[in-house]
């Protein structure tokens, strides 16, 4: 039984967050392959890290010092690795990025892709997992479609069975750079990583308690939705129901594998 495991955003905003994940990973052994988001908000006047390093790019383009906000990045970064009494040099790797930043000698997606593997590297030494990075298996093809036979291929070769920790949101292009997919995307990675292993179940574990039949944030305490389709899914997360990622469905629909949408909070 090999369970695949996503854990979103708001799942790694915090130290503690990174507990109840380490919490539902120990209650089921079959869950041994777990796809992390970078660290997300830990209250509504937070910030995404992926939205600073978006932001922190866009600083450097047009020449204004980036510092203060790239701060706020190695603060978070260094408060979970801290919080968690984990010992990676987040701060060697971090100057050496913002070093990069200023210098303009890394591209948008390489520095945008970070927050997912900070995220990785962290949890994996949380766990005692092994690190796997996205890098090494997921390939791009030059059109942005993603060579699923290929990475499959290349993931299957990297995986062991103790346990591994992937960055979620980015892969390679065939010249070696790294690529993101759009918003959102480490629901796909996930979904790669569970038709790769030929998974039982993929777990997408997030901040609601499976599809509801309303926004949250709008109505309150709207009912889950029990069971859909692949179609459904599809068509609902293309239609701006923000559950999943689009591109999600196909990967696992094509190898019949079910998605488990849970709360990481409850
Ligand atoms: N961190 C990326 C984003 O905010 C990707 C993801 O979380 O799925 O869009």
Request: overall charge negative; hydrophobic content about 40%.
């Amino acid at each position: 039984m090999l369970k695949v495991t996503k854990f979103g955003g708001s799942s790694m905003a915090d130290a503690g967050q990174y507990q109840k994940v380490r919490s539902i990973l120990q209650a089921d052994p079959a869950r041994k392959v777990v796809i992390v988001s970078a660290a997300g908000k830990r209250d509504k006047k937070d910030h995404k890290i992926t939205d600073l390093l978006y932001l922190s790019f866009a600083h450097s383009q047009y020449g204004v010092d980036s510092s203060r906000i790239f701060d706020l990045i190695v603060e978070r970064h260094t408060q979970i690795r801290d919080e968690l009494g984990v010992s990676i040099d987040v701060e060697a790797e971090l100057t050496q990025l913002k070093h990069r930043l200023d210098e303009k000698t890394i591209t948008q997606d390489e520095l945008v892709s970070r927050g997912e593997y900070f995220s990785a590297k962290l949890m994996a030494a949380y766990l005692g997992f092994q690190f796997v990075d996205a890098a090494d298996w997921i390939r791009f093809n030059l059109d942005g479609t993603v060579d699923r036979e290929k990475s499959y291929a290349l993931l299957k070769d990297l995986y062991d069975d103790g346990g591994i920790v992937i960055p979620g949101f980015y892969g390679t292009m065939p010249d070696g750079h790294i690529r993101t997919f759009s918003r959102g995307g480490s629901d796909i990675t996930g979904a790669l990583a569970a038709a790769a292993l030929d998974a039982d179940v993929y777990e997408n574990w997030t901040d609601v308690s499976g599809i509801l039949m309303a926004d949250p944030r709008i109505v309150d305490n709207p009912q889950a939705i029990p069971e859909v389709t692949y179609d459904e899914l599809r068509e609902l997360s293309c239609s701006g129901a923000q559950v999943l990622h689009e591109g999600t469905i196909f990967p696992v629909r094509e190898k019949n594998i079910p998605v488990n949408i849970r709360n990481t909070n409850a």
